[in-house]
């Protein structure tokens, strides 16, 4: 993200005034959950441009925020609680102005549209536009799945609505750089010209499969263009699927999917089970940053703050913090980090970093008390280094923490032993211990904190725990930079602040709590299926017609898709994504192959909403059978900044990872050009990312490409809820928004059902 912005000030604060942000006084507050009854959870979501508090900062006026069933418009919206085997039925309002407008790349772009997406859930992605309604459809009107090409416009009728302004502080808010919000007429480059939109209100019936995995996902608006810019302005909600306890367990598991010697044997085994869990607090983290601007006083208006919706500014703090790390730093340095930031350019703007829509809140672990935090980034374009340090005397001692699962889907712990599963997963190697959790936009994690873990932290340093007082320390995000440099020197990517997010303290304890630790059991998605289909049954299948006029394509295990993730030097974002025969994995699908082939001039392309044809056409012997369909992919990131890969109504696992340090230079080929080549391998000037250990078997909807970094995944096709056309892309929103995203369509190839 190398689009830099310079803000025309008109009113100059003190940076002082923001320093020395002290340790919260108010406590965690949840946001509310709303739950399914029955089989089905009906939601009534109205979208609207209003004022709210951010509790710890203040006011702030023109936030886009949800209204879920009545529970008020919120930073930190309504918790959707769903279940397997549930409906859930979303009935959802746009009461937006008419005629906002975002420049994006110098297109405009619908800012009064939006729609919905439910991120990480393995639900149908249905357009019912053209097609039967199912007669168990509970709506006057046809209804969504999962959807993201489709646009809902304002309830207004903005046909009528005049070019005048509706945005009362849009005058203070242009500034140059990434996109300029204005009002008027919709554009013709609009969502409304190129999706089927739904006019004023949309309707959503989404149903959930029976053996869809338990776990953290999430729900916010996902209209090409604007996605970023409305769920940086507050549109992004959690969801709940199933039961925590469905996957965890103290003791023994009730759960009758569990492993043979971790099931509870009797009554007295359950009792003791449900005793243990009693002490386990569940505490939801919604990770959500906020850019704002002040307002000057005027006639008939105080001054105060309003969200900036008129493009993201990457450059809203200095980075005077990105190099901070525990062992150099001292409490004293977090407390001037604080919870916000501005820098000099930007002196009349602040950068609001919130856990559940509170600034720098405060969490406290009770005395005999387990806390799981629920994580999860919401934020359009911000990555997170999580780590929880423990203030000693103002020496900061970081926290091992056990990682219970990721994106949505348990991290089985196949050695059930209590100091097995005290650390690691594949953001986090083994021998990471209390190292920093990388938490990319849009990932879910679920972590363990108890006063055992900070023992075991002063053990570490060869230190006597202190149970016996309260000890306190902060849940921090290490600042980070996104990227290397350009070919002429110039920055690539950004520059993201050290910030506290919450303080925690942990009450005294007088005794150990030796026995306890959790444990969790395989999700329902790495069971089922596991025969696949041979290179002969491949060869013999009849592909069927995509969108874009072509046939679809089936991949034997000995062959792999290839996607691109580039930056060019004029700052415009693509993908490529192909399925050539030559692209064949000659040592077989566990490692990535000694050279990855390079893209042509032309394979790189910006997302088009005005052709939407798929870019990949997957065709599956039989999505309906018994046996399970997986290809294997490998992408490479051609740019000198991280993406964040995501695929939309799937899970995949991270075969394999090669950075820049460890990667061999490409040969020249017709494929590409000697500078290609010589890009592609431009060594890197910070230290790599510690990206994590990738492994079969650990499943997940997002993950990091360092620069110049390749991965390898396995996605498996097997869900009748995977047919359809959807999309994969950058989830850092920025990239997507500017055109780092392509369409997939899976056709079944056998059209029996069940």
């Not at 569990?258 to 449900?274: G, I, L, M, P, S």
């Not at 994504?577 to 050279?595: C, F, H, I, T």
Request: charged share 20%; hydrophobic share 40%; aromatic share 6%.
């Amino acid at each position: 993200m190398t689009h830099r912005n310079a803000s025309n000030t008109w009113l100059v604060l003190s940076l002082l005034t923001f320093s020395g942000l002290t340790a919260s006084a108010f406590p965690l507050r949840h946001p509310p959950t709303v739950r399914a009854a029955s089989d089905a959870l009906e939601v009534r979501m109205r979208v609207e441009m209003r004022d709210a508090t951010i509790e710890g900062f203040g006011p702030v006026k023109d936030m886009f925020l949800y209204n879920v069933n009545g529970t008020g418009f919120r930073p930190a919206p309504a918790t959707l609680d769903v279940g397997a085997s549930n409906f859930l039925n979303i009935s959802l309002s746009n009461e937006l102005p008419c005629g906002l407008t975002l420049d994006v790349g110098g297109v405009p772009h619908d800012l009064s549209s939006t729609n919905l997406h439910t991120h990480g859930m393995i639900v149908p992605p249905t357009n019912p536009k053209g097609a039967a309604v199912s007669p168990l459809d509970r709506y006057a009107k046809p209804a969504y799945g999962d959807y993201a090409l489709v646009a809902v416009s304002p309830n207004t009728d903005c046909a009528k609505t005049s070019g005048a302004s509706v945005d009362p502080h849009a005058a203070h808010a242009a500034h140059t750089g990434h996109g300029t919000a204005a009002a008027g007429a919709l554009p013709q480059t609009s969502a409304a010209a190129t999706l089927p939109v739904e006019a004023g209100r949309i309707n959503y019936r989404i149903r959930i499969p029976a053996d869809h995995p338990d776990g953290l996902a999430w729900y916010h608006p996902h209209l090409h263009g604007t996605s970023g810019t409305q769920m940086g302005s507050g549109l992004a909600g959690l969801m709940t699927v199933g039961d925590f306890w469905n996957y965890a367990f103290v003791t023994c598991s009730g759960n009758p999917s569990a492993e043979a010697q971790d099931r509870c044997a009797n009554n007295a085994d359950r009792r003791k089970e449900a005793e243990e869990r009693r002490k386990v607090d569940l505490h939801p983290l919604v990770l959500k940053d906020f850019q704002v601007r002040q307002i000057p006083a005027s006639a008939g208006r105080p001054s105060g703050w309003a969200q900036i919706h008129d493009g993201f500014m990457p450059d809203l703090c200095d980075d005077s913090t990105v190099g901070m790390r525990a062992e150099q730093t001292t409490a004293a340095d977090l407390t001037r980090a604080g919870a916000s930031c501005t820098s000099a350019a930007h002196a009349d703007a602040r950068w609001l970093f919130t856990v559940n829509g509170q600034l720098r809140p405060r969490i406290t672990v009770g005395a005999g008390r387990h806390h799981v935090w629920r994580v999860a980034n919401m934020g359009a374009n911000m990555t997170h280094r999580l780590q929880l340090v423990i203030n000693e005397g103002g020496t900061l001692i970081p926290v091992p923490l056990q990682v219970l699962s990721n994106d949505g889907v348990a991290v089985t712990q196949r050695t059930r032993t209590r100091s097995s599963v005290r650390r690691g997963d594949m953001r986090q190697p083994d021998s990471a211990g209390a190292e920093p959790l990388l938490v990319m936009p849009a990932a879910r994690t679920e972590l363990l904190v108890d006063m055992d873990a900070v023992c075991r932290a002063y053990a570490a340093r060869s230190l006597s725990c202190p149970r016996q007082r309260e000890i306190r320390g902060h849940l921090v995000s290490w600042g980070m930079r996104t990227g290397t440099e350009k070919s002429d020197g110039s920055p690539a990517g950004d520059a993201w602040p050290t910030k506290v997010l919450a303080d925690v303290s942990f009450a005294a304890s007088r005794e150990r709590d030796a026995d306890f630790g959790l444990s969790v059991v395989a999700s329902h998605i790495e069971r089922g299926r596991s025969k696949g289909y041979s290179p002969q049954e491949v060869g013999q299948l009849n592909q069927a017609a995509c969108n874009d006029g072509g046939l679809s394509s089936t991949l034997d295990a000995s062959h792999f898709r290839l996607i691109g993730l580039r930056v060019t030097e004029d700052d415009q974002f693509q993908m490529a994504a192909l399925s050539k025969p030559e692209y064949l994995l000659a040592n077989g699908r566990a490692r990535l192959p000694d050279v990855v082939p390079l893209f042509g001039p032309d394979d790189y392309q910006s997302f088009n909403m005005a052709s939407l044809k798929p870019s990949l056409c997957v065709g599956v012997p039989d999505i309906f059978g018994e046996r399970r369909y997986q290809e294997i992919w490998i992408i490479r990131n051609d740019s000198k900044e991280i993406h964040n890969f995501h695929l939309h109504q799937s899970k995949f696992e991270v075969l394999d990872v090669k950075r820049s340090k460890d990667y061999p230079a490409p040969a020249a080929s017709s494929a590409g050009t000697a500078a290609a080549v010589a890009n592609a391998t431009q060594p890197a000037s910070r230290p790599l990312l510690n990206l994590g250990a990738p492994g079969p078997g650990k499943l997940i909807d997002t993950y990091p490409i360092d620069v110049d970094g390749v991965i390898m995944l396995r996605v498996t096709f097997d869900q009748p809820e995977q047919l359809g056309t959807y999309v994969f892309h950058c989830h850092i929103l920025e990239h997507e928004d500017k055109g780092m995203m392509s369409l997939i369509q899976v056709l079944n190839l056998n059209k029996s059902s069940r």
